[in-house]
């Protein structure tokens, strides 16, 4: 089993920046590429960005590419999400999700560990 725990979510201005982490803990050496997925009310769970295991291969959704950067550090077995140029469409309980391939992947149910999730809000 893999726990993940997300931090560093809050209440943000539009144009203001927040950085998000998702520490790993248990059988961290099983986990592979993770990913970052948010949800805002009334919505379904969407994509946001990933990284892969080894390679550090990256891919954004289109709404946050060049906003929003995804990286980890393997040693603290963390991941994180800087977010700059925020905007109240980003509101939302962010959530951190891991895979054991080294394949990135975009769609949710190819996920095998979930964190608890984080909430950002950007006020207008």
């Known amino acids: 089993q893999v726990q993940l725990v997300e931090s560093g979510g809050g209440l943000v201005q539009a144009g203001g920046s927040l950085r998000l982490s998702c520490a790993a803990s248990?059988?961290?050496?099983?986990?592979?590429?993770m990913g970052w997925f948010r949800q805002a009310p009334g919505k379904e769970r969407e994509f946001v960005a990933t990284i892969s295991g080894s390679v550090g291969t990256t891919v954004y959704a289109g709404s946050v590419k060049g906003r929003f950067t995804i990286s980890r550090d393997n040693a603290k077995n963390t991941v994180y999400l800087q977010m700059n140029n925020l905007k109240p469409e980003d509101t939302a309980v962010y959530f951190c999700?891991?895979?054991?391939?080294?394949?990135?992947?975009?769609?949710?149910?190819?996920?095998?560990?979930w964190g608890q999730g984080t909430q950002v809000t950007v006020s207008s």
């Open positions: 248990g059988r961290t050496s099983s986990v592979t590429a």
């Open positions: 999700a891991a895979r054991t391939t080294a394949v990135v992947a975009v769609t949710a149910y190819k996920y095998d560990y």
